[in-house]
């Protein structure tokens, strides 16, 4: 199959300038196609979230589990009955709902809510809950609003590989598998929307993300999150998501985490190392300083913690699709502080390292 890429910029848009590309995707997505595009988080791969059949080509494309729900996402929240069976909302479900809508739509949250039986049976991998949400990002608002549709749409990576930051990244993964890609340039956030299911008893975090846990506390007093996904847990207990247990995000090389009162076990570990191994580092100015300048390192960011967590997240996936480009075959990577979206970030890293912290 030959992928197409059509470019919608924001500003394109603003100028009124993107309408035959918009009529383009929207005839691609109403006639079952599957059709990559950016949101503020990473890009998507969307099709028709009430048709099986294109639904499916999701799941072809990606190589993605049958058992791993997609994320449906609308323009505006009073289409949330194409979506929802409002009939299965309690008081308290429409209370959060609103609650977070308000203050977080159009945004990078994902909430879990009673699902409609008018959505495609694999949208929600047989579930009776939806993970639904409006993304901040005027081209995807825009493709959302001309195809009138509720779009699913996952990350538009080959299943187990980092999320896309930009159209290059998904053109690497899924060229050839999937009929069109929109260019809409780098996405903002970096990391995926943070999920959160309003149908339990206390709300519970079920993927960090965007938001932060602190920001959902603010908004709705008390939420919780599910132990799997704390990053000491990650591999060891049984993620309430779905998604959440597969390995994620990593890079063909391997990913090593490190704390940096535990930096004399990386000095070991590089110590064992054949001197022609293909070493990069992710890590501050100053552990580098301390300990790595001896070794050979092909590959290296080190800025970690004069950067802003913000800054990570956005550039984390590019990092780890640059070493897998160079061929670097170990990656160390430090720790960040575990606030904010730094929360988020630490739980990506943890689980592209399959769960190895040194
Ligand atoms: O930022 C994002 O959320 C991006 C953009 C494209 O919107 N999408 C995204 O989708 O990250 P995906 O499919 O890569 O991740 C969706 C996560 C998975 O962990 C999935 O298991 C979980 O959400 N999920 C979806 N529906 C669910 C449900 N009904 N119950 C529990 N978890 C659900
Ligand atoms: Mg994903």
Redesign the pocket.
């Known amino acids: 199959m030959k992928t197409n890429i059509v470019e919608i910029s924001p500003k394109q848009l603003a100028s009124g300038q993107a309408e035959e590309q918009l009529q383009l995707v929207a005839d691609y997505l109403c006639s079952g196609q599957i059709v990559a595009f950016p949101?503020?988080?990473?890009?998507?791969?969307?099709a028709n979230a009430l048709d099986e059949q294109a639904v499916q080509g999701i799941f072809a494309a990606k190589g993605?589990p049958s058992d791993?729900?997609?994320?449906v996402?609308i323009s505006d929240v009073k289409d949330i009955d194409k979506v929802a069976d409002l009939s299965k909302f309690t008081p308290i479900i429409s209370k959060r709902l609103q609650l977070l809508a308000d203050k977080f739509w159009p945004g990078?949250l994902?909430c879990?809510i009673p699902?409609s039986k008018q959505l495609a049976e694999n949208?929600?991998?047989g579930?009776d809950?939806?993970?639904v949400?409006i993304?901040d990002h005027p081209v995807?608002l825009a493709i959302l609003q001309t195809v009138n549709l509720p779009v699913a749409?996952?990350?538009?990576?080959t299943s187990g590989k980092p999320?896309p930051t930009s159209a290059e990244h998904v053109y690497h993964d899924l060229n050839g598998r999937i009929p069109l890609i929109v260019d809409g340039g780098e996405t903002g956030?970096g990391?995926?929307?943070t999920?959160i299911?309003l149908t339990s008893m206390i709300p519970t975090v079920?993927?960090p993300?965007?938001i932060s846990i602190e920001q959902l506390n603010d908004v709705l007093g008390q939420v919780i999150i599910d132990p799997a996904i704390a990053y000491a847990s990650i591999g060891q207990l049984q993620?309430?998501?779905?998604?959440?247990k597969y390995t994620h995000y990593a890079p063909e090389g391997e990913l090593l985490v490190f704390f940096r009162d535990s930096i004399h076990r990386v000095l070991e570990t590089i110590n064992d190392l054949p001197l022609d191994k293909r070493l990069g580092l992710i890590c501050s100015n100053d552990s580098y300083h301390i300990f790595f300048e001896q070794a050979n390192i092909e590959w290296s960011y080190l800025q970690l913690h004069q950067a802003r967590a913000e800054e990570i997240a956005r550039q984390l996936y590019k990092w780890l699709r640059e070493v897998d480009k160079l061929g670097i075959e170990l990656i160390f990577i430090e720790a960040i502080a575990a606030d904010g979206v730094g929360y988020a970030v630490m739980n990506r890293m943890i689980k592209a390292a399959g769960g190895k912290v040194i």
Do not use: C, F
């Open positions: 949101t503020e988080t990473v890009y998507g791969l969307g993605r791993n729900p997609l994320i996402h990078p994902t879990i699902a949208v929600t991998a579930l809950t939806v993970g949400r993304p995807a749409a996952p990350s538009a990576n999320s956030l990391v995926e929307s999920v299911d079920l993927r993300g965007g993620p309430k998501s779905p998604g959440m």
